[in-house]
């Protein structure tokens, strides 16, 4: 039987990507157009974890990459990565490089404590490694190294309101770069280098100190992010590589994507409103569910309502859209609450759109350290009113609501320029793979159409990120891609 490094290359041969296999050379450098990276470093010291996990066979080791890919000599920051070694009798397969998403979310205790179980299939032939991204260990506690600021600053307790002016605009512009220079203060170059360009590096770093001719990689969420970065700074490296539940990246036209983003957010909604239109028993059954969505939203924007039990709270249009697609997102279960909370926001009451034990507005979730070194910002005050027309016009149910759009305002005035902006993705990439369910499906597959041969799975059915939350299906195309180079039939489905 041949090894699974042969039946991958077969694999590859038959969808006419020879190409890649006359590039098999481990080499110094990047491939590609990717950032110079430094001589190949020595072998990994694999060891035991310092926050445990010898239970389960994990090991830790540490490497030292330049904190700007552009400059190998220069300053180095290092990378704490952790391991499950292949558990089967056979030696390991090769290595599949896992991250979880966030951005800057700890892998090494994410893998530890929760997400081990779910590669356990994987791992009795394949290294399972992981890494903490640069930077963010402050925050949610990873080993690499960090940059000290006060991050907290950055988390808005409530995404600011879309600026109705010129003034209004550069206003909200000088705040965002006063709080953001406190934090890069502290340590400009890494604050700069936070972007998904220089976690590719990285990648790219850990695959040769793995050794391994390519990159075979699973991204959940942001870390699909990384992975469309790594595949255009290092096409000629990449081996498999899965996306799931990701965001669009890869695109030469970022409007278009925003009106993509939102007409999808608008299918979502759509979902709810037909199945109250189904249910006898939801609150908004027997009128135009639609209609009346409508009018709360746009009589909220003229007069905020109030959320009468959570005190001082009053709820623009745009919030109520917002906070009604964290109840969708939920799937059937949370549609009945909503029909709920609409009629009694249109009676004057809003509290049930209040998300239980957190800020009660929608609010940034990250410090935008990363996003807003890689998504295009709003240049003045016309451009963020022409951008909130054209999205409402094309998503008249969810409007503005969306992260990428709403979120973006923080990003205005940031103090470091956008340095990995969205661009396609390179010819000659080999096939990817890609799952999503109804909030994440459209965004993924928009990313894998640019690669020939490519199949993204769809979930019908709500959440976010299969492999890791356990879907049966999932897994099993997923490992049997990973493992043997197969992809599932175009139009799969789990």
Do not use: K
């Amino acid at each position: 039987m041949r090894d699974r490094r042969s039946v991958i290359e077969a694999s590859r041969s038959t969808r006419l990507l020879a190409v890649l296999a006359a590039t098999v050379a481990v080499t110094a450098c990047a491939t590609g157009d990717g950032p110079p990276v430094a001589a190949a470093p020595a072998p990994l010291a694999w060891g035991a974890c310092p926050d445990g996990g010898a239970e389960i066979g994990m090991e830790c080791a540490s490497l030292d990459v330049p904190v700007d890919p552009d400059r190998p000599e220069g300053r180095r920051i290092t990378l704490a990565l952790g391991r499950l070694p292949a558990s089967g009798p056979e030696p390991a397969e090769g290595s599949l490089l896992i991250n979880f998403g966030g951005p800057g979310a700890p892998g090494i205790a994410l893998l530890r404590e929760r997400a081990h179980a779910a590669f356990a299939q994987l791992r009795e032939r394949m290294d399972i490694v992981t890494w903490d991204p640069r930077g963010y260990g402050a925050i949610v506690g990873g080993r690499s190294t960090a940059l000290h600021c006060d991050w907290t600053s950055m988390v808005r307790p409530r995404t600011p309101a879309f600026p109705a002016d010129q003034a209004a605009f550069d206003a909200l512009a000088a705040e965002n770069r006063e709080i953001a220079t406190a934090c890069r203060d502290t340590d400009p170059e890494l604050f700069d280098h936070m972007d998904s360009a220089g976690n590719a590096a990285d990648m790219e770093a850990i695959r040769q100190a793995l050794g391994e001719p390519r990159l075979d990689y699973y991204g959940a969420s942001y870390g699909g992010v990384f992975g469309q970065a790594y595949a255009r700074l290092f096409p000629d490296t990449v081996g498999t590589m899965m996306f799931d539940g990701t965001g669009d990246h890869a695109t030469a036209d970022w409007d278009r994507t925003l009106e993509a983003i939102a007409r999808s957010s608008d299918v979502q909604f759509q979902r709810f409103l037909d199945g109250c239109a189904a249910d006898p028993g939801c609150a908004l059954h027997g009128s135009d569910a639609g209609a009346r969505w409508r009018q709360l939203v746009a009589a909220a924007d003229r007069e905020p309502v109030p959320a009468l039990r959570a005190a001082g709270v009053r709820y623009t249009g745009t919030e109520l859209q917002s906070l009604a697609m964290l109840q969708i997102r939920r799937g059937p279960e949370g549609w009945a609450g909503l029909a709920a909370a609409v009629v009694a926001a249109e009676q004057g009451d809003a509290s049930g759109f209040a998300p239980p034990g957190r800020s009660p507005y929608p609010m940034v979730g990250t410090p935008g350290v990363t996003e807003c070194l890689e998504y295009p910002r709003y240049r003045n005050g016309a451009h963020v009113a022409a951008t909130v027309q054209r999205i409402r016009s094309v998503a008249p149910n969810t409007g503005v609501g969306h992260p990428l759009v709403a979120h973006g305002l923080t990003c205005v005035g940031w103090p470091a320029p956008v340095t990995n902006p969205p661009a396609p993705l390179p010819d000659g990439v080999p096939p990817l793979l890609g799952a999503g369910t109804w909030g994440d499906f459209d965004g993924t597959a928009r990313v894998l159409a640019q690669v020939p041969g490519s199949v993204t799975i769809f979930h019908d059915g709500p959440g976010h990120v299969l492999y890791t939350s356990g879907n049966a299906c999932v897994v099993e195309h997923a490992n049997r891609y990973f493992l043997e180079g197969m992809l599932p039939p175009p139009g799969t489905t789990c």
